[in-house]
């Protein structure tokens, strides 16, 4: 019996290539003559949830299913079904190497592996980790920045603490205090004992500062000394607290537009931007949502709700505007709502609001209405009387439709 293929394994690696040349590699010794004419992953809804072989079109098929799903790996081999030595060694060759392929991916996955984010920005967040550099990352809502944050927290070493600073969440005027901290009986309704502040409870970890793009200029030079100098002063401090500190900062905003109008200093965007990263949108990764979506349905189900092939199809077309945030939560919706077993096709749809709903017969006439005389003002650049002369019908009813209709021309309209 050949082992079955966890589905995250199979969507979420080139699976099928490198499966191809490990048997290749293995059938290479053998004094056979089996050719792997191909390996892709393929839909079988009738096949149930077991391996077989079966011969089509004179190419001997294997078929391994994929966990928790109906998808099934082919692999199609040139090989005399007659020969039953051939094809034993043929399915040991197989099961060696898919043993061999999910450990290696096993341990890829544990040491350099994050679900849903490409591989070239994988790269970039491994040399991230191990840089002294402040690191800047940019990314739409819900793309997965403080995710990729704490990866590199844990992929620096750092012994200390991931302390998450949310920019946008603090007042103006607590900022200071929040990120600084203060001395005690520094100021009026300062605590007796003081304040830790956020850097310095992050020293010798990491201290991740998302929606950077939100702090006022005054605090940003604060933060550039910080970072430059590796020291800070605490509200009624008489000398400076020196800190170790990595320092990780995230934001959605355009930052290089807010420094040429002069809402973002210069030196700190530059200072920043040591170490860059860019986290595609997740409607420009679409080949990883299937991985993300198996992630999150084992987090969710533990496999006990899965998505067919068509399904999946759906979710890949989808632009995902909320990003990988929107993703997870669809899923933890859907798997709350279906509880086992597959998920169907309307409450997916339904979801996700693509089912377009019927349209009331006055609705239709008022838009069909609206758009055809619309049609005509703009062909007769909104000359109401030439207008009502082309429509057949008096200047006086067409002004009646138009406040009806909500319609006005932006110049206001031509009565000549």
């Known amino acids: 019996m050949l082992p079955s293929i966890p589905a995250d394994f199979a969507s979420a690696y080139d699976f099928g290539r490198v499966l191809k040349e490990k048997l290749e590699t293995l059938l290479a010794s053998s ?12 839909d079988e809804d009738k096949r149930g949830n077991f391996n077989y072989i079966a011969s089509e079109d004179g190419v001997i098929v294997i078929y391994v299913p994929v966990s928790n799903s109906t998808k099934f790996l082919r692999i199609a081999v040139d090989c005399d079904p007659s020969n039953l030595s051939e094809l034993s060694i043929l399915t040991i060759s197989l099961t060696l190497a898919l043993k061999e392929l999910m450990s290696e991916v096993k341990g890829s996955k544990k040491s350099d592996y994050i679900v849903g984010i490409p591989n070239d920005v994988v790269l970039k967040i491994k040399r991230a980790a191990t840089s002294n550099l402040p690191i800047l990352i940019l990314g739409e809502t819900g793309v997965g920045k403080e995710v990729v944050a704490e990866v590199i927290h844990k ?10 600073v949310n920019c946008s969440a603090i007042p103006h005027g607590l900022f200071e205090n929040e990120l600084f901290g203060h001395e005690p009986n520094s100021f009026t309704g300062s605590s007796k004992t003081g304040l830790q502040g956020k850097i310095e409870l992050a020293n010798g970890g990491t201290l991740f500062l ?9 605090s940003q030079a604060k933060l550039l000394r910080v970072i430059e100098r590796g020291e800070f002063w605490k509200l009624g401090a008489v000398r400076p607290t020196k800190v170790d500190v990595k320092f990780v900062a995230a934001t959605n905003r355009p930052l290089r537009e807010f420094v040429n109008k002069g809402r973002f200093r210069k030196d700190l965007y530059y200072r920043l931007k ?12 679409k080949e990883l949502i299937e991985e993300l979506v198996n992630a999150f349905l084992k987090d969710f189900s533990g496999g006990r709700v899965y998505f067919t092939g068509e399904a999946m199809r759906i979710l ?29 096709l309307n409450k997916i749809k339904s979801a996700l609001s693509l089912e377009k709903p019927v349209c009331p017969y006055l609705e239709a006439k008022r838009n069909f209405d609206r758009n055809f005389i619309l049609s005509a003002l703009e062909f007769n650049e909104w000359n109401i009387t030439k207008t009502a002369q082309q429509l057949g019908m008096s200047r006086r009813w067409l002004q009646l439709k138009l406040k009806e209709l909500s319609l006005r021309d932006p110049n206001e309209f031509t009565t000549t």
Do not use: H
């Open 210 to 218: 998302d929606e950077i793009g939100e702090i006022s200029l005054y």
């Open 316 to 344: 890949k077309e989808y632009n995902w505007p909320g990003n990988v945030r929107e993703l997870k939560y669809f899923v933890q919706y859907i798997v709350d709502e279906v509880k086992e077993g597959p998920v169907p």
């Open 274 to 285: 040591g170490m860059e990263i860019v986290i595609p949108p997740l409607r420009e990764r």
């Open 155 to 164: 992929w620096s070493g750092r012994k200390g603490p991931f302390v998450v």
């Open 31 to 42: 004094e056979g003559g089996t050719i792997i004419r191909a390996i892709s992953l393929c």
